[in-house]
């Protein structure tokens, strides 16, 4: 079975500033690793995806996430907040092959000036 | 493509009353998924099918809760009798054989009175 924690339910940074979110999997087989955006009152949309290959994965947005087997994280980062970034953000996992994807808990970013 | 497209965006109704949700997925898609959203519990995965079969249903909360997917361009989420408790966004989301990226439908706000 796979699961992810999300560490922090909100997170505020100030404009300019780096942003870092928190993910934590859990797997039993080689993991599939997403970070999805929810703006508001829209469904979620794909930030970026860790399937095989190189490790630092970037994404749209300005977004990129590093896998990490050893310390079983996928943990995303940008180097400069905007504004436009504050949303809600969700880590999820698959197992390989036909599996359902499991998404953590959100962290919710807030930007302030 | 239109992308995922849900029906109705918003839907308020009185306890008892049946409620259907529909969705329609992108074109070629052969997996469907239906999530909920709540403040409490965050996102979780009601039910998945594949190739119009359902999957995995184990995340439906109870017996008042069913989903059908006649043909591959549509499926419904029916809730009969509907309970205050069901309030929450519901969305639909679809994903090709070989892409693992889910693309989700704007939501239904479903709200019980």
């Known amino acids: 079975a796979q699961s992810v924690t999300q560490l922090g339910s909100h997170v505020s940074v100030s404009e300019g500033a780096l942003v870092l979110l928190r993910c934590n999997y859990s797997?039993?087989?080689?993991?599939?690793l997403f970070w999805y955006v929810q703006y508001p009152n829209q469904g979620l949309q794909l930030l970026l995806k860790?399937?095989?290959?190189?490790?630092l994965v970037k994404g749209i947005n300005g977004f990129e996430a590093e896998f990490k087997k050893s310390e079983t994280s996928f943990h995303l980062t940008k180097p400069s907040a905007h504004m436009s970034d504050a949303a809600e953000y969700f880590c999820?996992?698959?197992?390989?092959?036909?599996?359902?994807?499991?998404f953590g808990t959100g962290t919710r970013l807030l930007v302030s000036p | 493509d239109a992308g995922v497209i849900q029906s109705p965006r918003h839907e308020v109704t009185e306890m008892g009353q049946e409620v259907t949700l529909r969705c329609k997925p992108i074109?070629?898609?052969?997996?469907l998924f239906w999530y909920r959203q709540t403040m409490m519990r965050g996102l979780e995965l009601l039910i998945y099918?594949?190739?119009?079969?359902?999957?995995?249903d184990s995340g439906m909360p109870e017996d008042r809760f069913s989903a059908k997917m006649p043909n591959a361009s549509f499926s419904t989420l029916k809730i009969q009798p509907s309970e205050p408790r069901d309030s929450a966004v519901y969305f639909c989301?679809?994903?090709?054989?070989?892409?693992?990226?889910?693309?989700f439908g704007s939501g239904t706000q479903l709200s019980v009175l």
């Open positions: 074109s070629g898609h052969n997996s």
């Open positions: 797997s039993s087989v080689p993991p599939y």
């Open positions: 860790y399937t095989t290959g190189a490790t």
């Open positions: 989301a679809s994903r090709g054989d070989s892409n693992e990226k889910l693309f």
């Open positions: 099918f594949n190739n119009n079969v359902p999957i995995d």
């Open positions: 999820a996992v698959r197992g390989t092959g036909f599996q359902k994807l499991v």
